[in-house]
């Protein structure tokens, strides 16, 4: 038999029906574990995008807008032909529509967060990091989607990967990795900015050098010295890096231990840093 305390929608009621319904008589129910509550809440951030549509703009037109952009301005000078120039481009242009399309992880947090709706987040019998977790879980659907378009795109004008399907398919699911770790600084500003409009600000004032001072669109070997060492050292670029090699068949060790280590320093520092902001707005 169902009791009111399994049949409550948590996510709907406020925390004085939730105490109501807790302390009722009869057995509770179990908590919910916490890879249960953040698919949850990764299953509410797909229903609002259900909801308002509109969101999926910047991971449908952005990509096609930026490879058709780049390829046909840039590939004639670059590379002799705009099909030469998307063999080296595309791995590239994929990882900075991705990146590019990370910082809406904050907006849509800091939105929350202004709306009250976190405050009631708080008040559930659930892990605390749920929330937040549940965010970027829904966020990688539509880095997916974002990721399939590019290179659908990129088949289309003649981009051929050496590394086959095999090689296209793990180039994606490391870029996601990547993404999903990235998108935890976008999260920390979220708590720490006060506005939609300030998150944004911030997050394009580090991502634009992030992308275009990176090994994107040209070999850094013809860049000064002073530029190469930053770009070497950009994360971006290790991204970039590993991606045409898992493209091209050619995969080095070294690189994709670079995007791992980053990935785990982006975890490492940002996550608890984030997860200390949300409780100090209880």
Request: hydrophobic residues 55%; contains cysteine.
């Amino acid at each position: 038999m169902t009791t009111s305390a399994e049949r409550i929608d948590y996510a709907a009621a406020t925390p004085k029906v939730i105490a109501d319904v807790l302390n009722a008589p009869g057995p509770r129910p179990s908590r919910a574990s916490s890879v249960s509550t953040s698919l949850t809440f990764g299953h509410r951030a797909l229903l609002k995008i259900k909801h308002v549509p509109e969101q999926l703009f910047d991971v449908t037109m952005f990509p096609i807008m930026f490879i058709l952009m780049f390829t046909y301005l840039f590939g004639g000078a670059l590379a002799g032909s705009p099909r030469e120039y998307v063999q080296f481009l595309l791995p590239g242009i994929l990882v900075q529509t991705v990146v590019m399309i990370t910082m809406y992880t904050g907006l849509t947090i800091n939105k929350d967060i202004e709306k009250g709706v976190f405050d009631r987040f708080r008040s559930l019998p659930i892990w605390r990091p749920s929330p937040l977790v549940g965010a970027l879980l829904g966020d990688v659907v539509r880095y997916t989607l974002a990721s399939i378009i590019v290179m659908l795109v990129g088949m289309a004008i003649g981009f051929r990967p050496s590394g086959g399907i095999i090689g296209v398919t793990l180039s994606i699911v490391l870029l996601l990795a990547f993404s999903f770790s990235l998108s935890w600084i976008w999260t920390m500003l979220a708590m720490l900015l006060r506005t939609e409009q300030a998150v944004m600000g911030v997050s394009m004032f580090i991502l634009f050098p992030l992308t275009f001072a990176s090994n994107i669109f040209v070999d850094p070997a013809t860049m000064p010295g002073w530029l190469q060492a930053f770009v070497n050292a950009n994360p971006i670029s290790h991204l970039v890096t590993a991606i045409r090699g898992l493209m091209g068949g050619s995969l080095e060790f070294a690189d994709l231990a670079a995007v791992g280590i980053w990935c785990a320093v982006f975890i490492a520092i940002f996550g608890p840093l984030s997860m200390r902001l949300y409780n100090r707005k209880s």
